[in-house]
């Protein structure tokens, strides 16, 4: 599994690991779970570009998560067979 780092709001250096990534009509997602807490959540981010044309991970919000999290455990289930 890939992994991905982010420095959090205190500057702490936080390990995850990619789950997957997928789209959902012209936006694309990645999953990530923490790869230092066994027990934590994945979480589910659009990835957008920045000004810069550089990629950024952007959190989403209610509407758009039920939306997302549903092609996201279809994504898990072709993975997993």
Known sequence: MQRIAFHDEYGNLK???????????????????????????????????????QEILVGIDDEEIKEVSQVYEEVKEDTLQ
């Open 15 to 53: 390990n995850y690991l990619i789950k997957a990534k997928f789209s959902l009509g012209h936006s694309n997602y990645i999953a990530i779970l923490s790869a230092e807490e066994i027990e934590s959540p994945t979480y589910i981010l659009r990835i957008d570009t920045d000004e810069m044309g």
